[in-house]
């Protein structure tokens, strides 16, 4: 890769300042869209989801772990336990135990998700060294319904994301998702509590 060209400090002073303001513009506007985000309306989920965990069958609702709000990492991960994006594995590459116990502390769950058999998934989690925890809804439309499977050809294009939902009592809510190269900006708490309705 060739070097950046050479210039004066002045001529160098000029272009910081110019890029300091595109800098700022950027600040500005991601802070607009994630209040924008935050205010989006949820939907009522009516439809039941089940999956598959290292301890059995778990529900939707059991992923929350009694809090009020959960983060899924759709993980595209193929029947082979073959990912089958690069996204998906920079993304799970940085939630750590203290980021799990981050948003703990904040009343929110965190959990992969694949549409794949848990046997694939236990094999690559274990040869990846990850703690998070992670199910399989091989058996459900859980990633089909919120766009996240690749053979799925009749729903559109498909993408890995996160998705977040927000519990109040026993009745479950669908606040936002978000796909593909937009989510590569996660990794931090904060920006994944961002996300959520009320941002922590």
């Known amino acids: 890769m060739s070097l950046p060209q050479v210039a004066s400090r002045g001529e160098w002073l000029v272009g910081r300042e110019e890029v300091l303001a595109q800098d700022r513009a950027a600040v500005r506007a991601r802070l607009a869209v994630g209040t924008r985000r935050q205010r989006l309306p949820m939907i009522k989920l009516d439809k039941g989801y089940e999956f598959e965990g290292p301890d059995g069958r778990s529900t939707l609702s059991d992923l929350f772990l009694g809090?009020?709000?959960?983060?899924?990492?759709?993980?595209?991960?193929?029947?082979?336990?073959?990912?089958?994006?690069?996204?998906?594995?920079?993304?799970?590459?940085e939630v750590s135990?203290?980021?799990?116990?981050?948003?703990?502390?904040?009343?929110?769950?965190?959990?992969?998700?694949?549409?794949?058999?848990?046997?694939?998934?236990?094999?690559?989690?274990?040869?990846?060294?990850?703690?998070?925890p992670w199910y399989s809804c091989f058996s459900s439309d859980f990633n089909y319904d919120f766009h996240t499977?690749?053979?799925?050809?009749?729903?559109?294009?498909?993408?890995?994301?996160?998705?977040?939902?927000?519990?109040?009592?026993?009745?479950?809510?669908?606040?936002?998702?978000?796909?593909?190269?937009?989510?590569?900006?996660?990794?931090?708490?904060?920006?994944?509590?961002?996300?959520?309705?009320?941002?922590?």
């Open 67 to 93: 809090m009020r709000r959960l983060l899924v990492c759709h993980f595209l991960l193929g029947p082979d336990g073959e990912p089958e994006c690069t996204s998906c594995r920079a993304a799970a590459e």
């Open 97 to 132: 135990a203290d980021l799990l116990t981050r948003l703990r502390g904040r009343e929110t769950s965190f959990v992969a998700v694949s549409h794949a058999p848990l046997a694939a998934i236990e094999k690559y989690k274990e040869r990846r060294g990850w703690g998070f």
């Open 149 to 200: 499977a690749r053979d799925d050809s009749y729903r559109g294009s498909m993408a890995s994301g996160p998705s977040v939902f927000h519990r109040e009592g026993a009745r479950l809510f669908h606040g936002y998702s978000m796909f593909a190269l937009r989510s590569e900006t996660l990794g931090n708490w904060c920006y994944w509590l961002d996300l959520t309705a009320r941002g922590g």
